[in-house]
């Protein structure tokens, strides 16, 4: 199975882990204590970076995936998200919505 290589690692976009590391600055206590009581994210990030991998510090945060339209999709990391795309949960297409016939 194609891919990338073991020895690079998994991409994620720079800046997306630096929003991270600030999120978890501002809000310490959040970070390490409160984030797996249930606690809701205190911030959310948005990113474009749509081909970054979930790392496993993303648990629990919030974060607003652009999804190609114009429109951003909300995502709440959880565990079974960690090794997949950010894209993998924004659906970049729209449903057809067909018109009801009118009867007469």
């Given at each position: ?6 020895w ?5 976009a ?32 948005k ?41 993998e ?16």
């Amino acid at each position: 199975m194609g891919g990338r290589s073991a020895w690079k690692g998994p991409f994620v976009a720079v800046k997306l882990l630096q929003d991270v590391i600030a999120m978890a600055r501002q809000h310490p206590q959040w970070w390490n204590e409160t984030r797996f009581q249930g606690a809701p994210a205190p911030a959310i990030i948005k990113t474009n970076s749509r081909a970054s991998v979930i790392l496993p510090d993303f648990l629990k945060c919030v974060f607003f995936v652009h999804n190609g339209n114009k429109r951003m999709t909300r995502i709440e990391i959880s565990e079974n998200m960690v090794g997949h795309k950010f894209g993998e949960f924004a659906p970049t297409r729209k449903v057809p919505q067909h018109k009801d016939k009118k009867k007469r």
